[in-house]
Nanobody, 120 residues
């Protein structure tokens, strides 16, 4: 059974930092592409940062230079280091696991989300 469990969210002042963690289970971490998305109230879910093929990374323009995605394969955990946080970063952040193209008919998976609130 696949589970993605996020942690590390909370309330932080503008300019502060947080590190989100996503612990994966279900024997998917080694082959699924891991990433982070977020959804603010009244907004659509959007890409924040993802690992692409060959473990390259892709970031939303709004977070480039401030956020860093990383992972620890031994711990089956993906991280999102968020620095220089802004109020517009306030959202529920979701961990995501996308199967490789050759796993036909296999769905992607989402974590339950963790709230990040940036406010003074």
């Amino acid at each position: 059974q696949v589970q993605l469990v996020e942690s590390g969210g909370g309330l932080v002042q503008p300019g502060g930092s947080l590190r989100l963690s996503c612990a994966a289970s279900g024997s998917i971490f080694s082959i699924y592409a891991m990433g982070w998305y977020r959804q603010a109230p009244g907004k659509q879910r959007e890409l924040v940062a993802v690992f692409t093929s060959g473990d390259s990374t892709n970031y939303a323009d709004s977070v480039k230079g401030r956020f860093t995605i990383s992972k620890d394969n031994a711990k089956n955990t993906v991280y999102l280091q968020m620095n220089s946080l802004k109020p517009e970063d306030t959202a529920v952040y979701y961990c995501h696991a996308n199967p490789p193209w050759w796993r036909v008919g296999v769905p992607d998976y989402w974590g339950q989300g963790t709230q990040v609130t940036v406010s003074s």
